[in-house]
């Protein structure tokens, strides 16, 4: 992180956001056709900001809410560059999650599938060698979680790599997390392979500008556009309704029952947060038995068991997906209606987040946060970060989960509790580690 903050400052401008078409902002007819093809036909705010300087050629750095077409932002206006010029790997992502990588991906092939674009996924839970042999090839785009692109960095030859050392564009994507220190030993590995900051053009996006990001302009050659859409306060969308209940830590789960199963919401597709892996199962397990369509995403499930859980989310096979924050950034599930913090974040950028999941592209949608006795100082920080106070839920009440939920969960609780330990144990565990890491 500290080489990437040594190399990168910014020079704040300003643009005009009224709507106007992408032919306007200087993208070809081709990708103009396959924005239509992908029913994107007006752009965004951050879009109109960004796609003409970018093709400037200027660094950028581009904040704004969740569902507001970051990833467009930035790759047509990379795609626009590779077409008039193609060679070898042209552009490299940096993503925080595997999930997030996928999409990206998957948003690059839907916009370059009329120019033969070649492109790798490079994420953990994948094949080592599969993917060397796919970065020898010199694929247009390289689509990677840092720490699995730093293994081959480290390991997979200077054949695998190569391409890497002529980049043309780097983009940091959700960069507030990537900037932060989990990340930088292998941000850092990353960043030494590549061509300098001056021959190349980075590109910086997140919902959340954090001032690790805003750090970035102490010192630079480059010539950097910022397009930051509002303050701190609006960085949740209005159509978004923000409630709390406040109950007793052990009977969460009942509570949770009671929400999910009301009248109003027993529709309803949604997303449960919580913090911890083990959480996200049990939890899982305890709406299963209760008859709730439920799967979960985590970062101890295998790639296979990640992908599955999400595609079975987003095909509403499942109805509600407890998930840890691995969910919280990018990922675009249109269906979502309600976001739950089971738990709340110890950031209040990751609570933004969470509830960025709902309440997308004007839709609207309402966040329910499950608060004990032991969140009332992180609730407080939430409140003054998205500088609007939540409301009581009022459709549950204790009265309400007493008759209706409470000892049956308190039984499912118990059994997957069981059933998690009896997963947990020896054999079981080791044998999950080892399919983990093929």
């Given at each position: 992180?500290?080489?990437?903050?040594?190399?990168?400052?910014?020079?704040?401008?300003?643009?005009?956001?009224?709507?106007?078409?992408?032919?306007?902002?200087?993208?070809?007819?081709?990708?103009?056709?396959?924005?239509?093809?992908?029913?994107?036909?007006?752009?965004?705010?951050?879009?109109?900001?960004?796609?003409?300087?970018?093709?400037?050629?200027?660094?950028?750095?581009?904040?704004?809410?969740?569902?507001?077409?970051?990833?467009?932002?930035?790759?047509?206006?990379?795609?626009?560059?590779?077409?008039?010029?193609?060679?070898?790997?042209?552009?490299?992502?940096?993503?925080?999650?595997?999930?997030?990588?996928?999409?990206?991906?998957?948003?690059?092939?839907?916009?370059?599938?009329?120019?033969?674009?070649?492109?790798?996924?490079?994420?953990?839970?994948?094949?080592?060698?599969?993917?060397?042999?796919?970065?020898?090839?010199?694929?247009?785009?390289?689509?990677?979680?840092?720490?699995?692109?730093?293994?081959?960095?480290?390991?997979?030859?200077?054949?695998?790599?190569?391409?890497?050392?002529?980049?043309?564009?780097?983009?940091?994507?959700?960069?507030?997390?990537?900037?932060?220190?989990?990340?930088?030993?292998?941000?850092?590995?990353?960043?030494?392979?590549?061509?300098?900051?001056?021959?190349?053009?980075?590109?910086?996006?997140?919902?959340?500008?954090?001032?690790?990001?805003?750090?970035?302009?102490?010192?630079?050659?480059?010539?950097?556009?910022?397009?930051?859409?509002?303050?701190?306060?609006?960085?949740?969308?209005?159509?978004?309704?923000?409630?709390?209940?406040?109950?007793?830590?052990?009977?969460?789960?009942?509570?949770?029952?009671?929400?999910?199963?009301?009248?109003?919401?027993?529709?309803?597709?949604?997303?449960?947060?919580?913090?911890?892996?083990?959480?996200?199962?049990?939890?899982?397990?305890?709406?299963?038995?209760m008859d709730v369509r439920v799967t979960s995403l985590h970062s101890q499930l295998?790639?296979?068991?990640?992908?599955?859980?999400?595609?079975?989310?987003?095909?509403?096979?499942?109805?509600?997906?407890?998930?840890?924050?691995?969910?919280?950034?990018?990922?675009?599930?249109?269906?979502?209606?309600?976001?739950?913090?089971?738990?709340?974040?110890?950031?209040?950028?990751?609570?933004?987040?969470?509830?960025?999941?709902?309440?997308?592209?004007?839709?609207?949608?309402?966040?329910?946060?499950?608060?004990?006795?032991?969140?009332?100082?992180?609730?407080?920080?939430?409140?003054?970060?998205?500088?609007?106070?939540?409301?009581?839920?009022?459709?549950?009440?204790?009265?309400?989960?007493?008759?209706?939920?409470?000892?049956?969960?308190?039984?499912?609780?118990?059994?997957?509790?069981?059933?998690?330990?009896?997963?947990?144990?020896?054999?079981?565990?080791?044998?999950?580690?080892?399919?983990?890491?093929?």
């Amino acid at each position: 992180m500290s080489k990437l903050a040594s190399e990168h400052g910014m020079l704040k401008s300003t643009v005009p956001v009224k709507p106007r078409s992408f032919e306007a902002l200087g993208l070809s007819k081709s990708l103009v056709v396959a924005l239509n093809s992908m029913a994107i036909r007006r752009p965004s705010q951050i879009q109109i900001a960004c796609i003409p300087q970018i093709l400037k050629g200027r660094d950028c750095i581009g904040g704004a809410r969740t569902g507001s077409g970051k990833t467009i932002a930035f790759a047509a206006p990379i795609l626009e560059k590779l077409s008039e010029d193609p060679f070898g790997v042209f552009a490299l992502v940096l993503t925080p999650t595997r999930e997030l990588a996928l999409q990206i991906s998957e948003q690059f092939a839907a916009l370059g599938a009329s120019m033969n674009l070649k492109q790798a996924v490079i994420v953990g839970g994948m094949d080592m060698v599969t993917q060397g042999l796919a970065l020898q090839k010199r694929p247009h785009v390289v689509v990677a979680t840092p720490g699995r692109l730093a293994d081959h960095i480290s390991s997979s030859g200077e054949e695998a790599i190569a391409g890497l050392r002529r980049i043309k564009f780097l983009v940091l994507d959700e960069a507030d997390r990537l900037l932060t220190p989990g990340f930088a030993e292998d941000l850092e590995v990353c960043m030494g392979v590549m061509t300098k900051a001056k021959n190349r053009q980075t590109l910086l996006f997140s919902a959340t500008v954090s001032q690790s990001v805003m750090q970035l302009k102490e010192s630079s050659e480059n010539d950097i556009f910022i397009h930051e859409v509002g303050s701190n306060s609006i960085s949740i969308p209005d159509t978004l309704g923000q409630t709390y209940l406040f109950i007793p830590t052990h009977v969460r789960e009942a509570y949770l029952v009671s929400l999910l199963t009301l009248p109003l919401n027993e529709k309803k597709s949604a997303i449960v947060f919580v913090n911890r892996a083990t959480t996200a199962e049990v939890l899982k397990q305890v709406l299963r038995i209760m008859d709730v369509r439920v799967t979960s995403l985590h970062s101890q499930l295998s790639q296979r068991e990640r992908m599955d859980s999400l595609g079975r989310f987003r095909a509403e096979a499942a109805r509600v997906l407890v998930a840890t924050d691995v969910a919280s950034r990018g990922l675009d599930i249109p269906v979502v209606q309600m976001v739950v913090n089971f738990d709340i974040p110890a950031d209040p950028d990751d609570y933004i987040h969470r509830v960025g999941r709902t309440a997308r592209a004007g839709r609207a949608g309402e966040s329910i946060s499950f608060v004990t006795e032991h969140d009332i100082v992180r609730i407080k920080a939430i409140e003054e970060r998205v500088g609007k106070v939540m409301t009581k839920y009022e459709h549950v009440t204790e009265s309400m989960v007493i008759r209706h939920s409470l000892q049956q969960t308190s039984n499912a609780k118990r059994e997957a509790l069981m059933d998690w330990e009896r997963e947990n144990s020896g054999s079981s565990r080791r044998k999950r580690k080892i399919e983990q890491r093929r």
